[in-house]
């Protein structure tokens, strides 16, 4: 499984990576394999705003609804509309295809999530 | 209460299968390496092998057997011959469904019933309830573990191990003694998916060398194919799955299958109510939808028309075959002809969708 290195993770398999005061959001290569084929991915608003772990989209495989959580919480500032037309990118590069870039709130919410040491170690518990 | 598992296990894990509890039984969603979608153009390209021994097998036998499956389900039995399949219906008094099925007739005195494997026990029972006198309804689900070879290669894979020329069974039709890879087997040209194919009963000790017999002779055309794909083929095809297009509340006249309700035949348990139903006029029924907003329409989603609640999708998928979501819905029959636009509630909100008529996976099975 692919766990890049300077990514933090949720036990609920989301990343995001930290770009000064914005976080780019997505799902894990866990997350990916586990949904099987994405078919549709339902993106939050620019605008909106999020708190750490509510929902901020929503991804459907062929037989699976799953609800994507917020790592941090902030305002959302871009969203990933390539996603709208072409949901298997998530399938075929779960990292490059981000989700969601949100300007965080409070910097304080990423103390609560793993490192990539730490995410493998969370994944081998669940196999 | 454990997981049961089917005799083909050791196969799912083989050929790296994701298992799930599918009603109590341990059974690959999918393969590693292919996935649903795969695995679902797989079967409609070439050929695909799904292990289907959860299912149900009863054989009736006694002199009125005949008599005794016909009080049994909604469909006419009476016209057919030796060695023919049928789909079937077992309503209960008031015009729900028990189950549906597939008939297969040795003859006058003896049938075997093939069930749903959520239903096993309570079809079984059913059916005991209902036994008449000098009849034996003998529940061999265990006796028996059932592979389908489906999609447009399955002919050709399958002749290359069996003794007997395959086009001599015709679509719902079965042979009782055809010898696969020389092991005799009860092989149907009958499935689930849309495409021609078979359905193949074996022993279970048996059935782990057929599986691999079979994937050896179909080598690059056929792979193993799990329970997501089983349902996405199916539902592509307007096939109906018991506790979604049918179950106790609804009757086969609402969900779409007035086809295999014959109610001039003799009485049948459900008979009446069906008639009533018939003649009152639906008040529900069964249609087909596209999605005109974002979305994917899903089982048990309510479906309304200017704020009211109409009714409630069966089954909803993103169809691979079309690369889009589409539906079946049960919703009051004043909204229902095709071009009526209406909304599915997803996560609270409504989306619009449009009923439609044709809009399915037109059958490629072989004329009967």
Redesign the interface.
Known sequence: MNIPEKLLYTSEHEWISIEGEKGRVGISDYAQHHL??I??V?LPETGDSVAQAEALA?I????A?ATLFSPAGGTVLEVNEEL?EAPELLNEDCYANWIAVIELADRSDLEKLMDAKAYTAFCATLE | MSLKQTPLYQMHLKYNGKIIDFGGWELPVQYEGMGVIKEHNMVREQAGLFDVSHMGEVFISGEKAEEYVQNLVCNNIKTMQDLQVLYALMCYPGGGVVDDLLVYRYHRQKYLLVINAANVEKDFAWMQENLMDGMTAENVSAEYAQLALQGPKAQEILQKISDTDLNSIKFFWFNPAVKIAGVECIVSRTGYTGEDGFEIYVKPADAAYIWEEILSAGGDLVSPVGLGARDSLRFESKLPLYGQEIDQDITPLEGGLGFFVKLDNDDFIGRDALLKQKEAGLKRKQVEFSMLGKGIARSHYDVCKDGVCIGHVTTGLHAPTFKKPIGLALIDIEHSAPGTEIDIMIRDKAVKAVVGQGIFYKKKTKAK
Do not use: F, N, R
């Open positions: 099987g084929d078919v549709y339902e929503v459907e495989s062929v037989k609804v709208e």
